[in-house]
């Protein structure tokens, strides 16, 4: 599983789950204390996560932590990928990664892949699916 946390001008590296599922304690202790919660003080009290309704996402550990740390968790409906920019960002990312002149034959080659497209996709685009979310809701 690849995540990242994108806001108007601003996105995070991807972070590459490499071994076993992604349960909520490792969603929790490898996503959310380490880069969320920084970057949601940095932010304002304004700060919304928005997520994509992954399993992991929604346990109630996730939630007691989002709670525990005064961190706003907007609800999605089920079935919704359309109205969430980093559903669209990840479709641009696989089809960028797989356009390139060379597809990825081996995992690392698709690490490779993944962090160069992210890296390389332009921050307008980035801000246009996020400032399109009134318009798509």
């Not at 349960?23 to 490898?30: M, N, P, S």
């Not at 009290?45 to 007691?64: E, G, K, M, Q, W």
């Not at 005064?70 to 920019?85: E, V």
């Not at 980035?126 to 798509?136: A, E, F, G, L």
Request: proline share 4%.
């Amino acid at each position: 599983m690849v995540w990242a946390e994108i806001s108007l001008g601003y996105r995070t590296n991807l972070h590459i789950f490499k071994w076993g599922s992604v349960t909520a304690f490792r969603y929790r202790d490898e996503v959310l204390e380490p880069i969320v919660r920084f970057h949601a003080a940095a932010v304002s009290p304004t700060f919304v996560l928005i997520d994509d309704n992954a399993r992991s996402h929604r346990a109630d550990i996730v939630d007691d932590y989002l709670q525990s740390e005064g961190i706003f968790h907007m609800a999605w409906p089920a079935y919704s990928p359309d109205l969430n920019p980093i559903r669209n960002l990840w479709d641009a990312l696989g089809c960028a990664v797989f356009s390139s002149f060379s597809s990825p034959a081996t995992l690392i080659e698709l690490e490779t892949a993944l962090q160069e497209e992210w890296r390389l996709l332009n921050s307008a685009v980035v801000d246009h699916q996020i400032k399109s979310m009134v318009r798509r809701c």
